[in-house]
């Protein structure tokens, strides 16, 4: 073969090699690249997809601005602390918090809770607001004389038990769109998805005292009657 020839043949092999190792870092490239995207996509999206894989559901859905005015309405009478359980993008503690109340928010998804912490920030009332990246089930919310709940029909009853356990008698508890199964609400205001029901502790905490009590008389009368 002429001298020409191999040099021919060298960059031929030359050319062949450096074109399958570019093939070979564009794969490479484009496999992080997916892969980074779809751990972007999991990162992003998990948070708003857990809480409806939870053995309650309870998705993100925020409450309407007549709803957010008409937790503010009933409350107009009241100070203190108030707690939104499960506070989403933190609307209602935000609003809460701009009449006057120091507001917290329980929320379990980290973004909404960074973001309401942002909006807060941004409208001025982050002094006067905290939220938390937390489990509603987990916490007690003893300490809190209002407590706003926009929930769904099957964690109301378990809810209810919680509350009633843990509140003193001065709090008011003001249910969004699903009311309370056994409670019975101190009063009603707004209409249909905007719909919420107001309820005292002295109310809910006197009813369960006298069913209690009732109970307790009834029973020691069988025991007497047994004897
Ligand atoms: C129906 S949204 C209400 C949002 C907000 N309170 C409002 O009225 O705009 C219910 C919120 O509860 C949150 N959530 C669901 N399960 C939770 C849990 N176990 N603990 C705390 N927050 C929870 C959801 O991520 C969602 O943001």
Not at 67 to 75: A, F, I, K, P
Request: with cysteine.
């Amino acid at each position: 073969m002429s001298g020409l020839g191999v040099e021919f043949e060298k960059s031929a092999v030359q050319g062949e090699t450096s074109g399958s190792s570019v093939k070979k870092r564009v794969g490479v490239i484009v496999t992080c690249a997916l892969g980074g995207s779809l751990v972007a996509l999991y990162a992003i999206s998990g948070p708003f997809i857990a809480p409806a894989l939870r053995k309650i559901c309870l998705p993100f859905v925020p409450a309407t601005n007549t709803q957010v005015n008409n937790v503010l309405r009933v409350l107009q009478s009241r100070s203190g602390t108030l707690v939104d359980i499960g506070s989403g993008d933190g609307r209602i503690v935000i609003a809460a918090a701009r009449e006057g109340f120091r507001s917290v928010g329980f929320e379990l998804n980290p973004w909404l809770v960074w973001y309401s912490r942002y909006k807060a920030w941004r409208q001025g009332v982050h002094r006067h607001t905290s939220f938390y990246i937390s489990d509603l089930w987990k916490v007690s919310f003893s300490q809190y004389s209002n407590v706003v709940i926009f929930g769904v029909p099957q964690m109301m009853e378990q809810l209810e038990t919680k509350l009633q356990r843990e509140l003193q008698s001065s709090a008011r508890v003001v249910a969004c769109r699903f009311p309370f199964p056994t409670w019975t609400p101190d009063h009603v205001t707004g209409e249909g998805i905007d719909t919420v029901w107001v309820y005292d502790a002295k109310t809910f905490k006197s009813h369960t005292t006298t069913t209690t009590t009732t109970t307790k008389l009834l029973n020691n009368s069988e025991d007497k009657n047994c004897r």
